[in-house]
């Protein structure tokens, strides 16, 4: 095996593992990502549910007379 060939072989390394380290990186993220979504979905269920007692007590006072 040449020099060029080792350099090479060296640089292709190299551009791997930077390329190994933004996967890791982008599955964190979209690991994060999930849980922020999942989250959310929690919190409009929860105001959704809120709502929903909310607007049966006031159509009970409302049209309960």
């Known amino acids: 095996m040449t020099s060029s060939e080792k ?8 551009k791997l593992d930077q390329v ?6 982008n599955a964190k993220e979209i690991s994060d990502l999930k849980a922020t979504v999942n989250m959310g979905k929690g919190a409009v269920k929860a105001l959704v549910f809120v ?3 909310i ?7 409302k049209y309960g007379d």
């Open 55 to 61: 607007t049966v007590i006031l159509g009970f006072f």
């Open 7 to 14: 350099e090479c072989l060296l640089r292709l390394e190299e």
């Open 20 to 25: 190994q380290k933004s996967v890791e990186k």
């Open 51 to 53: 709502g929903s007692i």
